[in-house]
């Protein structure tokens, strides 16, 4: 999908991050020193609208996620603790 097609489709984020690859590529191929500097600045500011755009990333693996669940499950199990006492 275009630049233009993204804009228009009105997802902000999704048309953040073109414009970021966009000017990321104008970069590489920029060669006034003039231009570079203004297409890093703007660079710079759309990055900073992505971070605080996007959702935060989770961090962690399989096992951290097998931790929080097993951790939940025994703070729900604290929760019924009086039941378990009365058994036995």
């Known amino acids: ?3 233009r097609q993204t804009a228009a489709s009105g997802d902000r984020l999704a048309t953040l991050e073109q414009l970021r690859d966009h000017l990321a590529a104008a970069i590489e191929g920029c060669e006034s020193m003039r231009d ?5 600045g703007r660079l710079q500011s759309v990055l900073a609208e992505i971070a605080e755009l996007a959702p ?3 961090v962690g693996d399989a096992v951290d996620e097998i931790a929080q669940r097993r951790a939940a499950r025994r703070a729900g199990a604290a929760k019924g603790a009086p039941r378990a006492a009365r058994t036995g």
Do not use: E, F, I, V
């Not at 570079?36 to 890093?40: G, H, P, V």
């Open 36 to 40: 570079l500097a203004a297409l890093a």
């Open 56 to 58: 935060p990333r989770q």
């Open 1 to 3: 999908m275009s630049l």
